[in-house]
């Protein structure tokens, strides 16, 4: 039978001198006591465990542990309800911290661990623990907006995953200690796409600039020689512009390598007035063009990685240098300038000051052959006064500009024309340059060509 005893440390219920019952217990250094039940001098049942510092714990306890379900509370009010093993925090449960902090779900040892959702400083993770860090598939989303899904290493995106940006950006790919690294796809809201590789997360196959383009008309593909070409007025171009970048390549490839040795060949066989030729080179010569065409060097090389850029093509006359000006033929007449005055103000990638933009002819399907401005023919040899009209192209409408959006990082200008109603034949200046909305800071620098339209 249980008898109500009173001691030193001891207030509640005892059998045969054992603490056994309900009972208040404080422990002789005075910093925990302990009001709950007991048995056999052992804290077993429910109870309430007050420690010096203010913290309490209320609930289940087995054997002398706090061991199953109960409430713990810190003197800074700070909360955990739910279970616990031997006095620590294990199982699930929800912890609310003073600083707004709330966690809901597995805890190990004390630690978060298992899976679990977590509130903090404006962030939500939702997903799998280990050892108190995000683990394993997870979705967080910031307080700035940014949204993280997919699989996490010690608190970190590792390995596959998909991340919406708060300025509308997404990106999926794969992602290392919390960066992008290996194959991404990251689409931004004005349009562009990158699909590629990255490294520490930069896109190592983004485009940085514009390559030379490929122009053809109807004739066939026009000759580039320092970044100016020719054009005529009764052939439409087709001009294919490609996006690349800079880099640094081991060596050239056997086909470089074989063109550069012809090129070799080429300048021994040339060599030397009066001399007797050789076209073979040495094999000193050969270990020395050997040793430089395996030197690594900065090269020039298209990219096929990014979509929806958009490109825009204008057309500019530069002004008139007074030499030109005093060639400049009566009024009615017209030259085509010779190509020694065309280097002159012309050099990429800087527009003459004063240029003036000059409109596009615009391309007639039914009639491809662009029409020159007002000519007439005589009808006969007897009556050369007598005249008959020409079709006359005064009428056909222009377009200040030509606009192409990039597919795997190629823009593809088509039916571009020119007509002496709108420009006159001389040398102009072809004006490429990326005008993607909302791309400031990211856009490619512009490139400038000589066209002498004739």
């Not at 009972?23 to 052992?42: H, I, L, R």
């Not at 009556?383 to 190629?410: F, G, Q, R, W, Y």
Request: charged share 25%; with cysteine; proline share 6%.
């Amino acid at each position: 039978m249980a008898l109500l005893t009173v001691t030193r440390h001891f207030a509640g219920q005892m059998v045969q001198g054992h603490r056994h019952g309900a009972g208040a217990y404080v422990y002789p250094n005075k910093y925990f006591t302990y009001n709950g039940q007991w048995d056999q001098n052992v804290k077993h049942g429910k109870g309430v465990f007050t420690m010096g510092d203010g913290t309490t714990y209320e609930g289940d306890f087995h054997h002398g542990e706090i061991t199953g379900k109960g409430c713990r509370r810190w003197p800074d009010g700070s909360t955990y309800t739910g279970e616990f093993k031997d006095g620590e925090l294990h199982g699930d449960g929800v912890y609310l911290g003073a600083n707004g902090a709330r966690y809901e779900g597995q805890h190990v040892d004390n630690r978060r661990h298992g899976y679990g959702v977590l509130t903090m400083g404006g962030d939500t993770y939702d997903g799998n623990f280990e050892n108190h860090r995000y683990h394993g598939e997870g979705i967080l989303r910031t307080a700035g907006g940014d949204v993280f899904e997919g699989h996490f290493e010690c608190g970190r995106l590792h390995g596959t995953a998909t991340v919406k940006y708060a300025n509308g950006d997404t990106c999926q790919g794969q992602f290392v200690n919390g960066v992008r690294h290996g194959q991404a796809s990251l689409c931004h809201t004005n349009g562009i796409v990158y699909n590629g590789d990255w490294v520490d997360d930069f896109p190592t196959d983004a485009p940085t600039k514009f390559l030379l383009p490929v122009i053809t008309d109807g004739r066939g593909q026009l000759n580039l020689h320092h970044h100016t070409f020719h054009a005529s007025y009764t052939h439409s171009l087709s001009i294919l512009l490609i996006c690349g970048r800079t880099r640094m390549i081991a060596g050239l490839t056997e086909e470089e390598q074989r063109c550069e040795l012809e090129r070799l060949q080429q300048d021994l066989s040339g060599a030397g007035k009066g001399k007797k030729k050789s076209a073979k080179p040495t094999l000193e010569q050969l270990r020395q063009f050997e040793e430089e065409m395996a030197k690594p060097r900065l090269k020039d090389v298209p990219t096929s990685s990014e979509t929806g850029r958009r490109i825009t093509l204008t057309l500019w006359k530069p002004p008139m240098s007074e030499k030109e000006s005093r060639k400049r033929p009566a009024s009615g007449k017209s030259r085509t300038p010779p190509e020694e005055d065309l280097s002159t103000d012309l050099s990429p990638p800087t527009l003459p000051p004063g240029a003036e933009k000059i409109a596009f002819g615009v391309f007639n399907s039914e009639n491809p052959t662009v029409v020159s401005k007002g000519k007439t023919k005589p009808k006969s040899r007897r009556d050369p006064k007598a005249e008959e009209d020409i079709p006359k192209s005064v009428e056909l409408p222009c377009i200040m500009c030509h606009e192409a959006t990039t597919l795997n990082s190629e823009a593809k200008f088509e039916n571009v024309c020119f007509t002496r109603g709108c420009s006159e034949p001389g040398a102009y200046c072809m004006l490429f340059e990326d005008t993607t909305p909302d791309c400031d800071g990211a856009r490619l620098p512009a490139l400038m060509l000589n066209v002498v339209i004739s």
